[in-house]
Structure formats: structure tokens, C-alpha cells
């Protein structure tokens, strides 16, 4: 026998045996020789009970995730003397590594010809994507020094109890004992991110103020909604004896759209969830389209397909959404008494809604008040012209929520009067503010 990719000798017990150990379940396994010398002299050891029991309680102690499970000692006689034989399997919970050195280069090891070196980040990410299943907030944290002190305060908050054995049953905790995606998306170190910005006027030409958010998606989540408030204003207006005060958002569609948005996104691909504040709306954009199989007519309907299912269970959980797939149509019902809508749109890789401001909009309706729109769902399409150059039919389909032939019929007779001009033919039609 010789040293190599499967093979190690070692002439005694050393600590630095953990490093083979791991290097081999991460790899294709292996056998450590103990009481063989590198030249390959069988050398023995003086008292193999004892050796053998320092070298498993060695790997129970300082190993993660427990790989005792893919170890086996063995005493063997070679030449007449004792040599302790560990065979090491590629183990099913990759990357193995040092407690406490974590889920890094130093804390995992992997075989290189008869050595064990550091592994590099993109072969952890990879051994943590072939077995940490389909999803990403099953996978396991490569951050395993997780704190947890927001989530903590919120389940008190709601009188729920929140220790090892809850954070094992909602998947915070994996069966190996690590701590999951989801563990790191609820805790401190959280890494994904909420970028605000503030805009003058309708573009994105003059920042008035800019923020980006961090920690536990809870602490995120509240940090948002505080900082949107801000600049949710709130109008008065004076009907005969009585004072009005409308906001320019509904509280509740602002609440739907940014729990939608957080629990939703896809944490797999790295960006954050960007809420751009303008005088007349608020768009919110999140990372991830559709769940296949869903589309965009589904979602309207109510229909929900979860990316992230313990994440939503989580939310449920702490009653920060009743229900699932009622966050589109809550929004929609809060503007239903108004002429402008949310508007919705889905790429294949982000998903993004628009809430109009109300005050805003209604101040745009009584400067066209003095065209003869006739009906008033063109004062809606007027309306789209205060954040946009131009609009396609598809633009007006989703915000007054009709058919393209009544869509059609409506551009048709805004031609006709003047209120607009048309620009191209066909799908690439446009449609511009005379």
C-alpha cells in the first residue's frame, strides 16, 4: 500500500487527523492507517483501545455535521503489531467541517491527490447545493454562527416560544443539526437586503434621500414599513361640515405589497429587494418571477404557488399574513373605489407592483377635468402619463383590470377625440399624450 487519494498513513494519534477525516466524507472517502509510518513501515501503536477511543470522541466533539454515522474502527495486526483502521465514507450531509472554524475554506477540507487542503468557497457551494435538496431555504447556511435576537423579540412578542425544538420543527434547525437558509434569512447575519430610495418629482433623475436595510427579515420588514410611512402623507379635505384625511396609500395595500415581496422573492440569486418612493407612486421590486406552472392570470384569481414554504409558515405562524394568495386581491380591494389601480408586472426573473399615490392622482383628475373623456376610465389612462412617455394597450388591461377588446375600443375612441396619438403598428403600437 501507498498514500493517495483513498489511503493516509498516520505513524501515531494526532489531532491533525480531523483534517482527513473530513476531507475524505467530503470527497470520495477513504482509509486512515494508524501505526504505519509515510514510508509505509508498520510501526503499531501501544494501546489501541485507548487510541481508538480518543480518536472517535475527537470526531463526535469537533466535526459538523455529525459524521460518526460514515466512520468505522477497526484494530488490525500488521507485521504482528496493532494498527488502528478507519474507513471513511463520502458522507450524505457535504461539507463536513470544523465546528469552530464554520463553513468556510478553513473549517473544510477536501482530498487533493494524497493530501487534504482547503476546499474553495465554489466547491462549498456546490457540495451545499447537491445535498441540501430543491429548495433554498432547506439548503444549509454556509454562515453557521447564526444569533437570532430579533425573531426572538417578535415570537415573544406573540407569546410563542421559540427554542431549539421550535426552530427544529420550522425548519430553522435541519435534521443534521445545522442551521438551514431559512435560520439565516430569520437571523441577524441575514444577507439578503432592502435598498429604499426617494425620488423628485416622477423619475429617477433626483435621489432626495436613499437607505439600505439589513438584518433578520422581520427586523427588514418593520424597518420598511417605518421608513414608507414617512412618506405616506396625509391629505385633508373639507365636505360640507366635515374634514376628510385620506393618506396617499392605503396602509393595508402598502402591508400586503411588502410581505408579498419579502416572502416571495427568490433568496437563491443574489440582489436586493429595491421600494422606489416618487411623488405619485411607490414601486416595489422583488427578485424571482413565477413559480412554474403559475401565471399571471392565476395570481389575479388568488391562486398561490409558495417558493418559500416554511418562510411563509413562519410568517403565518407569527400572524403576519392570515392566509395564503389573498395578498394580490387585498391590495386590488383596497383601490377598488378608485379610479387608478396597482399595476403588476412579471418577468422571468423579478416580479414588481406599482401602488399609485391617491392624493396625487386625484389632484392629476381635476387638471382634465375640462376634456371630454366622456367616460372615466380614460381619465385612468390619462392618469398613466404622469410616470410614463408612453403606454402600450397591455399598460391599460392591467389598470383598469379589462379585456383587450374593451382596452382596444377605449384607445379607439381617445384617437378619435384627440386626447392621444398612436406611434408604430401592431404589437409594437405605442400610445402617447397629445
Same mark, same amino acid.
Given at each position: 500500500?501507498?498514500?493517495?487519494?483513498?489511503?493516509?498513513?498516520?505513524?501515531?494519534?494526532?489531532?491533525?487527523?480531523?483534517?482527513?477525516?473530513?476531507?475524505?466524507?467530503?470527497?470520495?472517502?477513504?482509509?486512515?492507517?494508524?501505526?504505519?509510518?509515510?514510508? $509505509?513501515?508498520?510501526?503499531?501503536?501501544?494501546?489501541?483501545?485507548?487510541?481508538?477511543?480518543?480518536?472517535? %470522541?475527537? !470526531?463526535?466533539?469537533?466535526?459538523?455535521?455529525?459524521?460518526?454515522?460514515?466512520?468505522? #474502527?477497526?484494530?488490525?495486526?500488521?507485521? %504482528?503489531?496493532?494498527?488502528?483502521?478507519?474507513?471513511? =465514507?463520502?458522507?450524505?450531509?457535504?461539507?463536513?467541517?470544523?465546528?469552530?472554524?464554520?463553513?468556510?475554506?478553513?473549517?473544510?477540507?477536501?482530498? =487533493? $491527490?494524497?493530501?487534504?487542503?482547503?476546499?474553495?468557497?465554489?466547491?462549498?457551494?456546490?457540495? !451545499?447545493?447537491?445535498?441540501?435538496?430543491?429548495?433554498?431555504?432547506?439548503?444549509?447556511?454556509?454562515? =453557521?454562527?447564526?444569533?437570532?435576537?430579533?425573531?426572538?423579540?417578535?415570537?415573544?412578542?406573540?407569546?410563542?416560544?421559540?427554542?431549539?425544538?421550535?426552530?427544529?420543527?420550522?425548519?430553522?434547525?435541519?435534521?443534521?443539526?445545522?442551521?438551514?437558509?431559512?435560520?439565516?434569512?430569520?437571523?441577524?447575519? #441575514?444577507?439578503?437586503?432592502?435598498?429604499?430610495?426617494?425620488?423628485?418629482?416622477?423619475?429617477?433623475?433626483?435621489?432626495?434621500?436613499?437607505?439600505?436595510?439589513?438584518?433578520?427579515?422581520?427586523?427588514?420588514?418593520?424597518?420598511?414599513?417605518?421608513?414608507?410611512?414617512?412618506?405616506?402623507?396625509?391629505?385633508?379635505?373639507? %365636505?360640507?361640515?366635515?374634514? &376628510?384625511?385620506?393618506?396617499?396609500?392605503?396602509?393595508?395595500?402598502?402591508?400586503?405589497?411588502?410581505?408579498?415581496?419579502?416572502?416571495?422573492?427568490?433568496?437563491?440569486?443574489?440582489?436586493?429587494?429595491?421600494?422606489?418612493?416618487?411623488?405619485?407612486?411607490?414601486?416595489?421590486?422583488?427578485?424571482?418571477?413565477?413559480?412554474? $406552472?403559475?401565471?399571471?392570470?392565476?395570481?389575479?384569481?388568488?391562486?398561490?404557488?409558495?417558493?418559500?414554504?416554511?418562510?411563509?409558515?413562519?410568517?403565518?405562524?407569527?400572524?403576519? !399574513?392570515?392566509?395564503?394568495?389573498?395578498? &394580490?386581491?387585498?391590495?386590488?380591494? #383596497?383601490?377598488?373605489?378608485?379610479?387608478?389601480?396597482?399595476?403588476?408586472?412579471?418577468?422571468?426573473?423579478?416580479?414588481? &407592483?406599482?401602488?399609485?399615490?391617491? %392624493?396625487?392622482?386625484?389632484?392629476?383628475?381635476?387638471?382634465?377635468?375640462?376634456?371630454?373623456?366622456?367616460?372615466?376610465?380614460?381619465?385612468?389612462?390619462?392618469?398613466?402619463?404622469?410616470?410614463?412617455?408612453?403606454? !402600450?394597450?397591455?399598460?391599460?388591461?392591467?389598470?383598469?383590470?379589462?379585456? =383587450?377588446?374593451?382596452?382596444?375600443?377605449?384607445?379607439?375612441?381617445?384617437?378619435?377625440?384627440?386626447?392621444?396619438?398612436?406611434?408604430?403598428?401592431?404589437?409594437?403600437?405605442?400610445?402617447?399624450?397629445?
Amino acid at each position: 500500500m501507498t498514500e493517495g487519494k483513498t489511503i493516509e498513513f498516520k505513524r501515531q494519534y494526532t489531532e491533525d487527523i480531523k483534517y482527513t477525516v473530513i476531507a475524505f466524507a467530503n470527497t470520495e472517502g477513504g482509509k486512515i492507517y494508524i501505526g504505519i509510518d509515510d514510508d $509505509g513501515t508498520v510501526c503499531g501503536v501501544h494501546d489501541a483501545e485507548e487510541t481508538t477511543l480518543k480518536l472517535t %470522541n475527537m !470526531i463526535r466533539d469537533i466535526i459538523r455535521p455529525d459524521v460518526t454515522l460514515f466512520t468505522d #474502527c477497526i484494530t488490525e495486526y500488521m507485521d %504482528n503489531k496493532p494498527v488502528i483502521v478507519m474507513t471513511v =465514507q463520502r458522507g450524505t450531509a457535504r461539507p463536513y467541517y470544523l465546528y469552530s472554524k464554520g463553513v468556510r475554506p478553513e473549517g473544510v477540507y477536501v482530498r =487533493q $491527490g494524497s493530501s487534504s487542503v482547503p476546499a474553495s468557497e465554489t466547491a462549498i457551494l456546490t457540495m !451545499i447545493k447537491e445535498t441540501g435538496g430543491d429548495y433554498y431555504e432547506d439548503a444549509r447556511s454556509v454562515n =453557521q454562527n447564526l444569533t437570532f435576537e430579533k425573531t426572538q423579540s417578535y415570537f415573544s412578542k406573540k407569546n410563542l416560544d421559540f427554542g431549539d425544538a421550535q426552530k427544529r420543527t420550522l425548519n430553522i434547525i435541519s435534521q443534521d443539526g445545522t442551521f438551514s437558509n431559512l435560520g439565516m434569512l430569520l437571523s441577524d447575519q #441575514c444577507t439578503a437586503t432592502i435598498k429604499m430610495a426617494v425620488f423628485e418629482g416622477s423619475k429617477k433623475s433626483v435621489f432626495r434621500d436613499r437607505k439600505e436595510l439589513s438584518g433578520s427579515l422581520l427586523q427588514q420588514i418593520e424597518d420598511a414599513y417605518s421608513y414608507i410611512n414617512q412618506y405616506n402623507h396625509i391629505h385633508s379635505e373639507i %365636505n360640507g361640515l366635515e374634514r &376628510i384625511d385620506k393618506q396617499d396609500y392605503p396602509r393595508e395595500a402598502l402591508r400586503e405589497a411588502l410581505l408579498n415581496a419579502i416572502v416571495h422573492r427568490d433568496y437563491s440569486v443574489r440582489g436586493s429587494t429595491l421600494i422606489s418612493i416618487f411623488d405619485d407612486r411607490i414601486e416595489i421590486v422583488s427578485i424571482g418571477g413565477l413559480v412554474l $406552472g403559475i401565471t399571471y392570470d392565476d395570481i389575479m384569481l388568488g391562486v398561490s404557488a409558495l417558493r418559500n414554504q416554511h418562510l411563509a409558515q413562519v410568517f403565518y405562524r407569527l400572524r403576519l !399574513i392570515e392566509a395564503y394568495g389573498t395578498g &394580490i386581491m387585498k391590495i386590488n380591494e #383596497c383601490y377598488a373605489d378608485y379610479p387608478v389601480k396597482p399595476i403588476i408586472e412579471v418577468s422571468n426573473n423579478a416580479f414588481k &407592483i406599482t401602488l399609485p399615490n391617491l %392624493n396625487f392622482t386625484n389632484q392629476a383628475y381635476h387638471t382634465i377635468t375640462h376634456t371630454n373623456t366622456e367616460d372615466p376610465r380614460m381619465e385612468t389612462i390619462l392618469a398613466l402619463f404622469n410616470r410614463k412617455e408612453s403606454i !402600450i394597450r397591455k399598460d391599460i388591461d392591467e389598470a383598469l383590470g379589462v379585456s =383587450q377588446s374593451t382596452a382596444s375600443m377605449l384607445l379607439r375612441k381617445m384617437l378619435e377625440k384627440g386626447l392621444l396619438k398612436k406611434v408604430g403598428n401592431g404589437r409594437k403600437a405605442e400610445y402617447r399624450k397629445m
